[in-house]
């Protein structure tokens, strides 16, 4: 047997090269179709747009507790079940960017602050189980200097991803895990 416990804590600077912190990523919002006819030019005042600059401050904390059991001299299975916390700081520097209505309703669209600019701020925190794993590895071969394992881990969905607790797939890996000993 054996048991342990594990702590990890994550801060997200970046999203597919882009950076969370200082307004890289950007919203753009269309106008409703009011009317249904798919245009969103009709009438001329749904052609404008929301842009908003996303500013965003992202951390986990994960405490995972595992275990693993070696059932025979070739075979060991384990479990990881993680706790997980998450932080999230986000604002949106929203604009009304006046497309159709700047030259004849420039009234038109506001936000609630009565302007056509507003910050939006929110921020929220998680907390519970993540996505528990089990894990497995077999040594297939065992020489006088070569050895061959195979490994492999599922991981169930059982964190909440829409809290950012777990990722909200089944997921599945597998390895070969080779030494060689040289002699002399």
Request: charged residues 20%; without cysteine; negative net charge.
């Amino acid at each position: 047997f054996n048991f342990g416990v594990n702590y990890s804590t994550f801060t997200f600077n970046r999203l597919d090269g882009l950076r969370l912190d200082n307004g890289d990523m950007k919203l753009v919002f269309r106008h409703q179709d009011t009317n249904g006819d798919g245009s969103n030019l009709h009438p001329f005042v749904e052609g404008d747009l929301i842009t908003a600059d996303l500013y965003m401050d992202l951390q986990s904390q994960v405490t995972a507790f595992v275990a693993t059991y070696g059932v025979s001299e070739r075979l060991d299975l384990g479990m990881a079940v993680p706790v997980v916390s998450v932080d999230i700081d986000l604002s949106a520097d929203a604009n009304v960017l006046r497309l159709a209505t700047a030259d004849t309703l420039e009234d038109t669209h506001r936000f609630p602050n009565g302007t056509s600019r507003q910050i939006f701020a929110r921020n929220g925190q998680a907390a519970g189980l993540g996505d528990v794993a089990f894990r497995g590895k077999y040594r297939a071969i065992q020489g006088a200097r070569a050895t061959l394992a195979l490994s492999g881990e599922l991981r169930l969905p059982t964190g909440e991803d829409r809290n950012l607790l777990g990722t909200g797939a089944v997921q599945f890996t597998g390895g070969v895990v080779a030494s060689l000993t040289r002699n002399g």
